[in-house]
């Protein structure tokens, strides 16, 4: 950043390319932002850490950017303007496509909560533990038959 800011001083680069950059820049921390999330919940079967009404707000977020970007190329009868910025368009399609992928896998791949299994699981593990613990716990009462 304070390399691009002292090309940009140096009238190498303009101030509009040099903020252009960062748009960019955006457009690709988004790509690293979510594909971690979808990973996991795909490694996971499970989206059962995530919040589903952040990406719910993010879908309506991208779906009222390119409602907008759609009314104002209406409105003055300019379709170029729709995809001029790149990375407004860019952001809110992908932002739409990975938030698609989300609800898809809270709502219908991984609808059934990875929780209720790690009870039943925890159950069993404990009762083992229990039964296990009166042993040792009878070992520990009575030290002079150990002894012996």
């Given at each position: ?27 690709g ?30 879908l309506?977020g991208?779906?009222?950017s ?13 379709w170029k ?23 898809t896998?809270?709502?219908?791949l ?16 404990s ?15 009575d ?5 012996g």
């Open positions: 950043m304070v390399l691009m800011s002292i090309v940009a001083a140096s009238c190498c680069v303009t101030w509009f390319q040099y903020v252009s950059i960062f748009s960019y820049v955006k457009l921390i988004t790509v690293v932002k979510y594909s971690p999330q979808v990973y996991m919940n795909f490694r996971n079967k499970s989206t059962e850490a995530v919040s589903i009404y952040q990406f719910l707000l993010d309506t991208g779906a009222l390119l409602i907008q970007m759609g009314l104002i190329a209406y409105n003055y009868d300019d303007t729709f995809l001029g910025d790149f990375t407004k368009f860019g952001l809110a399609v992908l932002s739409i496509l990975y938030d698609l992928i989300f609800i896998q809270h709502y219908i991984y609808r059934e909560p990875r929780y209720s299994h790690l009870k039943e699981e925890e159950r069993e593990s009762v083992g533990l229990l039964s296990e613990g009166r042993q040792i716990g009878a070992v520990a009462a030290p002079v038959n150990q002894l």
